[in-house]
């Protein structure tokens, strides 16, 4: 198992950027692909980004495209995502997920392990 925690939430206003990190302890990292999701209060949890096990593949969804970037530091055991040019529909709770079997997945049912997320409010 993998235990997962991140850091990096606060308060930005809209057209900044702030990075998020997941720090994993446990088994080794390079045996998952790692993603990130977020839940906005009151809608469901949505896909963000994942990586696959060397960081050489990215998946993105569509709403982050081109101003969000996933990457691994599997010498760090550590994941990030870095948030550019926020908007207001960005707050939310994000939440690291480690997914031990198969390859990249945008559900989150397809992954087993998760941090205990962190807030990233955006303002105007």
């Known amino acids: 198992q993998v235990h997962l925690v991140e850091s990096g939430g606060g308060l930005v206003q809209a057209g900044g950027s702030l990075r998020l990190s997941c720090v994993a302890s446990?088994?080794?990292?390079?045996?998952?692909?790692m993603g990130w999701f977020r839940q906005a209060p009151g809608k469901a949890r949505e896909f963000v980004a994942a990586i696959n096990r060397s960081g050489s593949t990215t998946a993105y969804a569509d709403s982050v495209k081109g101003r969000f970037t996933i990457s691994r530091d599997n010498t760090q055991n550590t994941l990030y995502l870095q948030m550019n040019s926020l908007k207001l529909e960005d707050t939310a709770v994000y939440s690291c997920?480690?997914?031990?079997?198969?390859?990249?997945?945008?559900?989150?049912?397809?992954?087993?392990?998760w941090g205990q997320g962190t807030q990233v409010t955006v303002s105007s």
């Open positions: 997920a480690a997914k031990y079997y198969g390859g990249i997945g945008s559900n989150s049912d397809q992954y087993d392990y």
């Open positions: 446990g088994r080794t990292f390079t045996a998952y692909v």
